[in-house]
């Protein structure tokens, strides 16, 4: 079979959630002996490695780069049109590939499958066009619930609940030998937060909880704030910080690749994720993986899998004065809360499957192409 993975935005150049599921889809299906083909804007050497073709899409072709792209993404399946077995496309709210995939469908009859990561579930754009797009697939993928629920709503199919889950790793090296590595001493509480700096991600959410600490707590608790990822908040926030003197206690790295944070969450005491939503967060389960005590924001995405006082702690969503509490009392019964990670992990182990998933995406794969 081969099967061609829409992708113009994938792990190691976008860091995003659906991007690094995207990498490792690609790889485990690799793997399993299936042809992949990725079209992609990432020109990185690791994509080669994973698959037996990539097709570079150009965002500079045209004058727009939405329509670069998708005179790029055209012009490929045309080029590789005979050797199609299906394609396989990952969908946000209003993503702009339904335009030219529904194009390669009506001139090509090429099959494809949607896989909804999420995107916030907003209200469509162009309904018609996007219904369309959800009614010509061969088969719809949600990986949650609450996308499942919306989205058989909107499109009327049947749609079939999959996980976006990728194989997760612990760091061999000691909690002490990293935090010497990253510049923290053992006796300091270091909150961590992965994932994009943007505003659906509520990362301003959790700065405000952590300043309202005030100064003295921070430096007499020895607490520490991380946030590992980039995004379009960040300098905004970075100003705060410098405004509200918190710089020695609150750390940006960038971008992290998925390979380091094994060691970010090693180092951690206390994960936290203040998404406005979610789908299912890959960051969110391998905090549990790594059995770190969590704080999530009750919302669709999280609300699911982390339930108060069993493998974790909610807050009211976009509400920093309660995080701040639920962080505060976090920091102050660390020992109590350690517990409950403990529970998450079990948990984890318990109900989350990567070679299942793979395996049901396999599933599907193989019911299409060989219809």
């Not at 789908?279 to 982390?306: K, Q, V, W, Y």
């Not at 639920?326 to 318990?350: D, P, S, W």
Request: charged share 25%; with cysteine.
């Amino acid at each position: 079979m081969n099967i061609h993975i829409i992708s113009p935005q994938i792990y190691p150049c976008f860091t995003g959630g659906m991007e690094i599921f995207n990498y490792y889809f690609a790889q485990e299906l690799s793997c399993e002996g299936l042809d992949i083909t990725i079209h992609s804007q990432c020109k990185d050497e690791k994509i080669h490695k994973i698959c037996k073709k990539v097709m570079l899409i150009n965002s500079d072709v045209l004058l727009f780069p939405t329509l670069s792209i998708w005179a790029s993404l055209i012009n490929n399946i045309i080029k590789c049109r005979n050797s199609i077995d299906i394609l396989h496309v990952p969908y946000t709210s209003n993503s702009f590939l339904v335009y030219p995939i529904l194009l390669s469908k009506k001139i090509f009859n090429i099959p494809y499958i949607v896989v909804i990561h999420g995107g916030g579930l907003k209200p469509w754009k162009d309904p018609l066009v996007q219904k369309k797009f959800f009614t010509e697939a061969s088969k719809i993928v949600a990986v949650s619930n609450p996308i499942k629920e919306e989205y058989e709503k909107r499109t009327g199919k049947e749609i079939k609940l999959i996980p976006p889950l990728v194989p997760f790793y612990k760091s061999p090296l000691s909690k002490e030998k990293l935090r010497n590595k990253y510049g923290f001493e053992i006796k300091d509480i270091i909150i961590v937060a992965v994932g994009s700096i943007k505003e659906i991600k509520g990362c301003d959410t959790l700065l405000n909880a952590f300043i309202h600490l005030g100064k003295e707590y921070v430096v007499n608790n020895r607490v520490h704030l991380i946030y590992a990822g980039d995004g379009d908040l960040r300098s905004t926030l970075e100003e705060r910080v410098k405004e509200h003197k918190f710089v020695d206690n609150v750390i940006f790295l960038g971008i992290v690749p998925n390979e380091q944070i094994p060691e970010i969450l090693k180092i951690a005491d206390i994960y936290i994720i203040p998404s406005l939503f979610e789908g299912t967060s890959i960051s969110l389960l391998e905090a549990m993986f790594n059995g770190l005590p969590i704080i999530g924001s009750d919302t669709r995405g999280i609300n699911n899998i982390i339930f108060p006082g069993k493998n974790g702690v909610l807050f009211e969503t976009g509400n920093s004065i309660d995080l701040n509490k639920k962080l505060k009392n976090m920091v102050e019964n660390i020992e109590y809360y350690n517990k409950l990670g403990e529970q998450a992990a079990v948990e984890y182990n318990c109900q989350w499957h990567h070679k299942k998933v793979i395996n049901e995406h396999i599933e599907i794969i193989r019911e299409i192409v060989g219809s």
